[in-house]
């Protein structure tokens, strides 16, 4: 730490008790009370150098001859800060620091101790430490600005703080490798603009390491909140990056609200807000005031700080009941980048006295409003064009992620039994349909909702399955599905339906791809034949492929009277409902479906693979039955 020293004389006071004495061997002629101690002096010395003082003694004196007692009230830095003082005016040696020199500075002002009163006063003397030593080092500023919170109002009236702050906000904005004198001394010597260290003003020849741009995050917060916020200002004020200020409020953050660590608010959350003593309701004040100032002091920008950083704030906001205004500031901060956030972040639990459902559902779906809101503003653009983009490249859009992130958390609060249909179908349903290229996650959510609240009546069941698009099933779900009791007979049938209108379109592809084959392979057997004469082959083989061609059509017209069939029986049901009902569908068409998709797979497979035009015959056999996708 630099230090100036003053004085020459060795050290003449000794203390005794609750007083000090001054052993020149002169008896003491005033008394000097500060705070709960007396210091038993001289009066010349001290009025040789004070003006207060001075005029004290002088009112002391006529008041009383018996003896000069006089009582500084209100002196900066109080007993200790007036033991140096006294020890200045004597002419005893004492070291100017970055710890005390704003005591020293803030009291020489209250006693008047200007160059009035004596050459090279204790004003001057402080003040050149300042200027010289202080104000250009980066580690001594914010030592200084670390002993103003006592003294913060004559500290701010003598622009202490103002030009501390003026100070790191310029050695920030500079480049730590070309100028490491202000920033590179982390508790060490002070070094020069070259960036070698300097000891008493001359070059070791030693080189400081070098540092990335966040090398002040740590020194900004040791200071107190009411300084860090005021260096926070200086710096934009700067022109410091946006996401550099940012992560120094993340870092300051984290340093001082240890609900952000999610276990802790989780394990926390049933105690903190319990009746316990004075000091710790303190401290939850101090830190529901800490929270709301991050939010204040974070830009409102995408991507500054992590998602996951945000939703530790947010959780610790609700525990600590923050301002509703923080709050939503918090949930659009979230809601402006929750394509990046992950399932563990959206688990939030419920932390409301009322204890309605185990995990906050209601903010999550306002988070999505902000996104889906932001998404749409940002984009401008219509559900179509936007199909387009998901079928370019699906995986790589924030919609289909931040959709895939929803149906794996509605899967996650669906087994809770207090979760009511209302509030788990909004949130289902406030996904947009384009959003999903599958629907595969939203039917594993909602065909766990269901097994978890079998009490639900058909028309509930048959209302939430309606947010299920069947034709953008996969075939394992639509396998599952199309066996799932606990699904209506409405969005069964249509499930079945479905797979076949894909089978038939499958089907239909092979068509498409045995005629392009069957025309590439007469151009090329054309060629071969031209030059080797193997004309008979090429006659052979494609008689082969028309074999198996009609039998792939004879497929098809029996898997279309299925379907007929099955259209006559739906409508001779009418509105009959109950398990019977379905029993009956399945046994007469479900089982016969998947055997007639079968021969008609294997069939084509067949007559590609043999030379002859006989299909083979495929035993039936019936799906086993799943629980779960």
Known sequence: MACMKLGSKNDAFQKKGQAWFCTTGLPSDVVVEVEEMSFHLHKFPLLSRSGVMEKLIAKASEQSDEGCVISIPGLPGGAKTFELVAKFCYGVKLELTASNIVYLRCAAEHLEMTD???????????????????????KESIRALQTCDDILPQAEELQIIKRCIESLAVKATTDPNLFGWPVMERGGPMQSPGGSVLWNGISTGARPKNSSSDWWYDDASTLSLCLYKSLISAMESRGIKPEL????????????LPGLNRHQAASNS????STQAMETLSSEEEQKHLVEEVDRLLPMQKGLVSTKFLFGLLRTAMILKAEPTHISNLEKRIGMQLDQATLEDLLMPNFSHSMETLYNVDCVERILEHFLAMDQANDGASPGSVDDQLMASPSLTPITMVAKLIDGYLAEVAPDVYLKLPKFQALAAAVPEYARPLDDGLYRAI???????????????????????????????????????????????????????????????????????DGSRQLRSGLVASTEGGRTNVLGENQVLKVGMDSMRMRVSELEKECSNMKQEIEKLGKVKGSSTWNNVSKRFGFKLKSQMCSAQEGSVSSQNKPSGKAAKVKERHPRHKKNL
């Not at 200020?245 to 001082?256: E, F, L, N, R, V």
């Open 116 to 138: 009035e009163h004596g050459e090279g006063n204790l004003i001057s003397q402080t003040e050149m430490f300042l200027n010289q030593v202080v104000l250009r080092s980066w």
């Open 245 to 256: 200020i940012a992560g120094s409020i993340a870092y300051y953050g984290k340093k001082y």
């Open 270 to 273: 049933s105690t903190c807000l």
């Open 447 to 517: 065909d766990i909702y269901l097994k978890s609240h079998p009490w639900l009546s058909e028309s509930e069941r048959e209302q939430l399955c309606r947010l299920i698009d069947c034709q953008k099933l996969s075939l394992e779900a639509c396998t599952h599905a199309a066996q799932n009791e606990r699904l209506p007979v409405r969005i069964i049938v249509q499930v079945l339906f479905f797979e076949q209108l894909q089978l038939r379109n499958s089907i239909a592809g092979c068509f498409l791809v045995s005629e392009n084959l």
